[in-house]
């Protein structure tokens, strides 16, 4: 299958926002606030709500504050919806009595920062040595062998992660997680961890900024942002079958068609998709293993956590219904955001009807 890169979003503004954007209109109508991922924060304010608002005259507010926070927010009734790329856990679904809705599709992963290197590998493994203090210059052996003919840096690696509670985070620490034991056994994985080395910033922007002014740095960033940094690249990261994948529209919507069967107020991990090889060698491959070959594997799905019982509930079922429409997740893909898969809109419409 042939990938071509998506193109650059127009809306550079949005890096830098992290406060809510109301969208004005001459007509009278309801408003809906929303507050969370910074990863979601520009499909909904350049998309969504201007889109919403023309329609119905019906006005969105969306703060980008972080997965933490908007499900702190959800959970304290301040907002009407809050977004999370991270499922909540157990312990946050029972004190915020939401129901979780899959509206949007996207990746997170690493970006860098090395004068004169424009394209760069990296395993699971890399990464993980990387944060945690064992690879320490871009030279590294474990580099240089997954980068060949790449002329790499004597030059310290400077790694940069999020400070505050992220789905980022959580998608990223969960490949980690589920490629290299160290990281399993010492560090873990969630919306906040204990960093073993690195500097900290807040949001996307923020993470995507500290990189772009550090030669010698690698973060891991919403890919959105990496498009509005022209200073920084994405790097391509290896899945399982040692295919070293960029986060393009088909990488990231292989991830999610590979997930076949979802749930009511489902929680739908992506991360890490598995690889079959072919029983007979030289085989052809299967459509399911193709779609294998080509997933990337930090793709992520964001979440709208709703109220089960919202005061606003018809207004509240009218914009999601509408931002899962296939005329508005068609409009995605310049904002890196993948149209969601068929058997994911039909749970989601349950959900979402059932509030």
């Known amino acids: 299958m042939q990938r071509t890169p998506v193109l650059r979003a127009v809306v550079a503004a949005t890096v830098t926002a992290a406060v809510a ?31 919403f608002n023309k329609s119905t005259g019906d006005t969105v507010n969306y703060s980008g504050v972080g997965s933490s926070a908007g499900i702190a927010a ?18 946050q679904q029972s004190a915020c009595g939401c129901d979780e809705i899959a509206w949007a599709l996207s990746a997170t992963g690493p970006a860098f920062n090395i004068p004169g290197i424009t394209k760069l590998n990296v395993s ?15 030279n590294d052996p474990a580099l240089k062998a997954i980068n060949k ?12 992660f999020r400070s505050d509670g ?13 490629t290299n034991k160290t990281w399993a056994s010492k560090v873990g994985l969630g ?12 949001g996307n922007s923020g993470v995507a900024g500290v990189i772009a002014g550090t030669p010698s740095a690698i973060g891991y960033v919403s890919t959105f942002y990496v498009r509005q940094t022209p200073t920084i690249h994405q790097a391509a990261v290896e899945n399982l079958a040692d295919k070293f994948v960029d986060p393009y529209i088909q990488d990231i919507g292989a991830a999610a068609a590979l997930v076949t069967h979802v749930t009511a107020n ?10 079959t090889p072919p029983k007979k060698k030289g085989a052809a491959l299967t459509p399911t293993e193709k779609l294998e070959q080509i997933a990337y594997p930090i793709s992520t799905y964001t979440y709208a956590i709703v109220p089960s019982q919202p005061k606003q509930a018809a207004l509240l079922q009218q ?18 955001f993948a149209p969601l898969p068929k058997q994911t809109i039909t749970v989601d419409k349950k959900t979402i009807n059932s509030l």
Do not use: C, R
């Open 21 to 51: 954007i109301p969208v004005s209109s001459a007509l009278a109508g309801g408003t809906l606030n929303g507050a969370g991922s910074t990863l979601v924060q520009p499909f909904v304010q350049t998309v969504w709500a201007p889109d």
């Open 74 to 91: 959800a959970t304290g009734k301040t907002v009407d919806f809050g977004a999370s790329d991270a499922p909540m856990t157990s312990s």
């Open 124 to 138: 699971g493994n890399v990464l993980a040595e990387i944060y945690l203090g064992t690879i320490t210059n871009w």
């Open 149 to 160: 003919g790449a002329n790499l840096p004597n030059l310290k690696i400077s790694p940069v």
């Open 166 to 178: 992220s789905g980022d985070t959580y998608a990223f620490t969960n490949f980690l997680y589920h």
């Open 191 to 202: 919306t906040q961890v204990s960093f073993p080395v690195g500097t900290g910033a807040k």
């Open 266 to 275: 489902a929680q739908i991990s992506i991360v890490n998709p598995v690889w």
């Open 319 to 336: 914009f999601l219904n509408f931002a899962i429409s296939p005329a508005e997740q068609a409009k995605g893909a310049s904002l890196v």
